[in-house]
């Protein structure tokens, strides 16, 4: 089966500045690479996602990037807030079903 | 749009009582639901999957005949906890499939529900 990693598992970052997440994953058939934010006791919510075909996606602050080369992609929050603290978990779609990665705590400090 | 609901959002009960989770898609027609389960500060594990009108998919290690799963139809999927006990505690979440033919891929989720046996 798919074998997703996600680093770092903790991350600290000063208000205003960048924050990046990334995952390896290891079935060269996935094909659709999401992103989610989970926020204490509530459900997981999609922030962005990005296609195989695809190298990179961006909404507003936050953007995607996908190499399926080296079979990694990356969550990318630029001038971050103190709402963004939550927790990311990432997820690799192979044959229908989601491996989600282990999950980065992060905090904005301000 | 791509709006999943569950309920309820937090529920108490005995060992030994059964315990049913609703999960609803409010805005499109879900075609496979998605039961998992949490642990604090752990990601989400696979519990099943469910396609409308059919039997769910359990991962191995999860028993069928505790976690009852029916989704009778294309917006309604339920998770019933049968003689729940302590170590059934835990954050449950739903998610929900678009039909394919649009994105087809993408999971929505639920708020989640947080049952506590005692």
């Known amino acids: 089966g798919e074998n997703v990693e996600q680093h770092p598992s903790t991350l600290s970052v000063q208000e205003g500045d960048s924050a990046v997440i990334k995952c390896t994953y290891s079935?060269?058939?996935?094909?659709?690479f999401p992103w989610y934010k989970q926020e204490l006791g509530k459900g997981p919510q999609l922030i962005i996602d990005?296609?195989?075909?695809?190298g990179e996606k961006k909404d507003q602050r936050i953007a995607v990037t996908l190499n399926k080369t080296a079979k990694h992609f990356s969550l990318h929050i630029t001038e971050t807030q103190p709402e963004d603290s939550a927790v990311y978990f990432c997820?690799?779609?192979?044959?229908?079903?989601?491996?989600f990665g282990t999950g980065t705590s992060l905090t904005v400090i301000p | 749009g791509a709006v999943v609901s569950q309920h309820p959002s937090r529920v108490i009960c005995k060992s030994g009582t059964s315990v049913k989770i609703e999960c609803r898609s409010l805005?499109?027609?879900?075609?496979?639901m998605f039961w998992y389960r949490q642990f604090p500060k752990k990601s989400l594990m696979l519990m099943a999957t469910?396609?409308?009108?059919?039997?769910?998919?359990?991962e191995q290690g999860v028993e069928k005949d505790k976690f009852l799963i029916n989704h009778a139809s294309l917006t309604l999927s339920t998770l019933t906890v049968t003689s729940a006990h302590p170590e059934d505690s835990s954050f449950y979440i739903c998610?929900?499939?678009?039909?394919?033919?649009?994105?087809?891929?993408?999971?929505?989720f639920g708020p989640g529900t947080r049952l506590t046996v005692l």
């Open positions: 079935d060269s058939a996935s094909n659709y």
């Open positions: 805005d499109f027609q879900a075609t496979t």
């Open positions: 997820a690799v779609n192979t044959g229908n079903q989601f491996y």
């Open positions: 990005i296609r195989s075909n695809v």
């Open positions: 998610s929900a499939s678009p039909p394919r033919g649009g994105t087809g891929d993408e999971q929505f």
């Open positions: 469910s396609n409308e009108g059919s039997k769910a998919t359990y």
